[in-house]
């Protein structure tokens, strides 16, 4: 039997850590070990231009399809994953798909016009960058400083001796500003390993020090390919430490005691057919989580984007869970039932990465964990995939939402409302270890 060889592509988001890290693989600088060289497309990175609607509409549409999905393997777990993290990967090893493997990743992607989505997700990414600020507190006399910081950044991870495609790495340079390290996976997998990990550990400022566990890269392996997104937000609307206290929450399998979060502010507010959403803008009020709750477990919620689109000012007394949630799941399979089977079969066409070997998708593993307490938000999540080859208003009645049940999350930017983060809680008190 013909040895198939393996090709990689890492997506990381992360928000600033809130814990410490539980000690990375290796003490070795990134990469000192493992690199050999480095290459880069002949055209510079573009920075201007472009348009994100493309791509934000086709990230919360997958969203959707993704949402559904996962829910479905474990209907009474926690869930948290990225879409724009997955969607990245998957359009970025785009790029060298061809044919059939093209057009359903294309379809499972929602990408409309092929040849414009890498611009968009240009786009995207510059627009999402754009949303740092940075407020210090104390020069009107308070503490600690406001901020959002949120950066992409991307990066190829080729076997040394394996021709690539010059439009291919021309494309990445351009559009993903991703330049080429130059590993050995043949003699030396787990040198590239802890060098690929070490750059992850150093872009998401210490959140995920050990993405790759030992054996996921091979002498196999050809090319991996990694975007890591960083974030921290503060809420434009802290919640008082003083007012959580210890609150029964349903949950599906029994009801559990959980840190209860309480604060009354004008709010983002929508409803609908047995059920009630609220939108908490982080300061600047350039992101947002919106939470959605239905009055029973079994209510069928609404997407994202009709929530965003629903949502109207309204005074809302509100009472939510703080929580600390991990996911961990292989999409491969997911994937493949949404309609791009082909990526992952020996009738794979990635010949626009190289035609020098014959490469498939052979694992795509996600994992993502999401902490939210009175402060803010801190996330993170990884993709692998791996291939083969105002004034006082007038008196108004208040909104009170307790959120004391199993609810759906949106973790989105209010320009584009593009969703970086979402998922299901359906016990707070079941932290990440």
Known sequence: MQRRTFLSLLAVPAVAALFPACGSDSKKKAGTASKVGSVKGQTAHVTTGADPT?????????????????????????????????????????????????????????????????????????????????????AEGGTGKDEVQLSIANSLWGQADLAFEQAFLDLLSSEYDAGMELVDYKTDAEGARVAINNWVKEQTKDRIPSLLSPGVLTADSRLTLVNAIYLKANWAEKFEKSLTTKETFHAPKGDVQVDMMHIERHFGYSSGEGWQAVELPYTFGTLALTLAVGDTADTKL???????????????????????????????????????????????DFSGMTTAEQLFISAVIHQ?????????????????????????????????????????????????QTILFAGRINDPSATRS
């Open 54 to 138: 493309a791509a934000s509409a086709g990230i919360n549409a997958f969203a959707t399809d993704l949402f559904d999905r996962l829910v479905a393997t474990d209907p009474t777990a926690n869930l948290v994953f990225s879409p724009a993290s997955i969607a990245l990967a998957l359009t970025m090893a785009s790029a060298g798909a061809k044919g059939a493997t093209l057009q359903e990743m294309d379809s499972v992607l929602h990408i409309t016009d092929p040849a414009a989505i890498h611009r968009s997700m240009n786009g995207l990414s510059a627009a999402l960058a754009g949303l740092n600020q940075s407020k210090d507190l104390t």
């Open 368 to 416: 993502a964990n999401i902490t939210v307490d009175e402060e803010g938000t801190e996330a993170a999540a990884a993709t692998a995939v791996a291939m083969a080859g105002t004034s006082a208003p007038a008196p108004e009645e208040t909104v009170v939402l307790t959120i004391d049940r199993p609810f759906t999350f949106w973790l989105h930017d209010t320009a584009n």
């Open 302 to 348: 609404p997407t994202g984007d009709e929530v965003f689109a629903a949502s109207t000012s309204r005074l809302v007394q509100l009472g939510m869970p703080k929580f600390d949630i991990q996911t961990s799941t292989d999409l491969a399979s997911v994937l493949g039932a949404l309609g791009m089977a082909t990526a992952f079969s020996d009738k794979a």
